[in-house]
């Protein structure tokens, strides 16, 4: 892969591909997203741009909880996503899913467990969690 055919996704392009508010920009996304299908391009989702997702679809769009998952995994799961956190990226999709945590202390929790790392931290729940998970 060369990386000219590398690009990374702005958390943008992935709203404007969920949410058709702009139609211009939905159109563009979308055929950003059938490329990255068609394994044309490679796109990278960065940690803080998937937290950002979550945060405005939730927070901004009012989009629940099983949707966001349902959506986020789909295109994570793409072959022409590139990312070494799609495993972390879905656990924390899954923990988000199932609790009333917020993304970031679901990704914290994910990477713990995939990794198997201790964690210190006061939030309880989030123990919780992570000790439940190992």
């Known amino acids: 892969m060369l990386k000219k055919n590398l690009i990374v996704l702005d958390t943008n392009v992935f709203i404007r591909f969920l949410i058709e508010g702009d139609e211009n920009n939905h159109k563009k996304a ?3 997203f059938a490329d990255i299908e068609a394994e044309n391009v490679f796109a990278l989702i960065l940690e803080s741009v998937f937290a950002e997702i979550v945060f405005i679809l939730e927070k901004v769009y009012n989009v629940e909880r099983k949707i966001i998952t349902e959506h ?3 295109i994570i799961s793409l072959k022409g996503i590139r990312s070494n956190k799609k495993e972390v990226f879905l656990k ?3 923990i988000y899913q199932s609790n009333k945590m917020n993304i970031v202390d679901c990704i914290l929790a994910s990477n713990c467990i995939l990794d198997d790392i201790n964690i ?4 309880k729940k989030l123990m919780k969690i992570i000790q439940s998970n190992k």
């Open 120 to 123: 210190y931290s006061f939030d």
């Open 72 to 74: 986020l995994s789909a």
């Open 92 to 94: 924390a999709l899954e």
């Open 30 to 32: 979308v055929e950003i």
